[in-house]
């Protein structure tokens, strides 16, 4: 099992500051990345995906790709109430199979 | 697009009963399906990978007897929970990938279904 490793939180930001989420995963063979939103009660929804070391933007979030490193980072700028979640780092790799990290909770303070 | 549907969306039931959960990928067909168990404060656990006409493939730890999958069309997945037990109480969730699934695709989760087993 791979292994995908997130500080769990919680991490709290005011309201339009940047949150940094950071993730570490274990192996090398790995080659997509991927950050869901998970809201209380509710199923993962997709943010973002990364295969390419670098960074890659959408709207306010950034994601950031170290292959090197192992080491996968995600930015949400002009944070808002509505960002108040579980963020999981998904890691895949020839398998096909997702590892998820075991997340890490966001409050977004008014 | 992309959508997944579960069914039902919650379910209780009595203990050594069985459960069945469908999955269905409404408008694209999915070669491959993964179901998922989430128990409450922790993340998504990989139970099986579902190929559409062919057996699951169970991660280890996970009972095959207990957790049978069937995957009898490109667009439904079905996973029945059998004698179910309190301990089996959890988020089931599936996901689907796109028909010539790719290590890069991406997965799309259903909105899951929430087992209690009284």
């Known amino acids: 099992q791979k292994e995908v490793e997130q500080n769990s939180g919680p991490l709290s930001v005011p309201e339009g500051a940047i949150a940094s989420l950071n993730c570490t995963y274990s192996d090398r063979g790995s080659q997509s990345f991927f950050w869901y939103r998970q809201y209380s009660g509710k199923s993962p929804e997709l943010i973002m995906f990364?295969?390419?070391?670098g960074d890659k933007e959408d709207g306010r979030f950034t994601a950031q790709l170290n292959k090197a490193s192992q080491y996968v980072s995600l930015l949400i700028r002009d944070s808002q109430p509505s960002d108040s979640a579980t963020y999981l780092c998904?890691?895949?790799?020839?398998?096909?199979?997702?590892?998820f990290g075991a997340g890490t909770t966001v409050t977004v303070r008014a | 697009g992309a959508v997944v549907s579960q069914h039902p969306s919650w379910v209780i039931c009595k203990s050594g009963t069985s459960v069945k959960i469908e999955c269905r990928s409404l408008?694209?067909?999915?070669?491959?399906m993964f179901w998922y168990r989430q128990f409450p404060k922790q993340s998504l656990m990989l139970m099986a990978t579902?190929?559409?006409?062919?057996?699951?493939?169970?991660e280890q730890g996970v009972e095959k007897d207990k957790f049978l999958i069937n995957h009898a069309s490109l667009t439904l997945s079905t996973l029945t929970v059998t004698s179910a037990h309190p301990e089996d109480s959890s988020f089931y969730i599936c996901s689907a990938g796109l028909a010539g699934y790719q290590a890069r695709d991406t997965q799309y989760f259903g909105p899951g279904t929430r087992l209690t087993v009284l």
């Open positions: 579902s190929n559409e006409g062919s057996k699951a493939t169970y």
């Open positions: 990364i295969y390419s070391n």
């Open positions: 998904a890691v895949k790799g020839g398998d096909y199979k997702l590892s």
């Open positions: 408008d694209f067909q999915a070669t491959t």
